[in-house]
């Protein structure tokens, strides 16, 4: 399984793309608050997301400038990439807030499965982290058992009457054949 968050879900599905194409794709790929490269409104979302990533670096006095580096350089890396359909099961896990001044991620325009879980671009992997985990982790059992994905839990879906913007799971696509998994 390959999980990636921000620019990191670019990775993560780039590198599906050509494992699979190598013939060893992943069983899964799941996208944390991804948004889908080249959409109109990136500069807005990125001028929020930095902003917002300089303010919680400020609260931390071990803070590194990495961080932003290599955010511009995915940018760079990716400039003009667009990702291919994968045959592995997709999830894109949205988070519910957006961050001041910034939209809703675009919708993912590939073949997806979709939840929604409390927080923002950050605070779905810090105080939330738990549920956006086991959020992901019950998507991914329901792969597992070639079903279709179980509902995310109602506290995940819906928050104190905060719009939800989680589409219906659908099911997962095509596997792909793989070497049967060792047992633990």
Do not use: K
């Not at 597992?144 to 995310?152: N, T």
């Amino acid at each position: 399984m390959l999980l990636g968050r921000s620019a990191g879900g670019w990775v993560a599905h780039a590198v599906a793309e050509r494992l699979e194409s190598e013939g060893a794709g992943p069983a899964a790929v799941v996208l944390l608050d991804t948004y889908p490269p080249g959409h109109g409104d990136r500069e807005q979302s990125l001028s929020a997301m930095t902003s917002d990533m300089l303010r919680r670096a400020a609260s931390f006095a071990s803070a590194d400038p990495a961080r932003l580096t290599a955010m511009a350089g995915y940018f760079e890396l990716f400039d003009g990439w667009r990702p291919a359909p994968l045959a592995c099961p997709t999830l894109y896990v949205r988070a519910q807030d957006c961050l001041p001044g910034a939209e809703p991620a675009p919708a993912w325009s590939l073949p997806h499965a979709e939840i929604t879980v409390p927080g923002d671009h950050f605070t779905m992997l810090e105080e939330h982290a738990r549920t956006t985990a086991a959020a992901v982790h019950r998507w991914l059992e329901a792969v597992e058992r070639g079903g279709p994905p179980a509902p995310p839990a109602p506290r995940a879906a819906a928050l104190g009457g905060r719009r939800n913007r989680a589409a219906p799971l659908t099911p997962p696509g095509p596997r792909t054949s793989r070497a049967p998994r060792p047992s633990p």
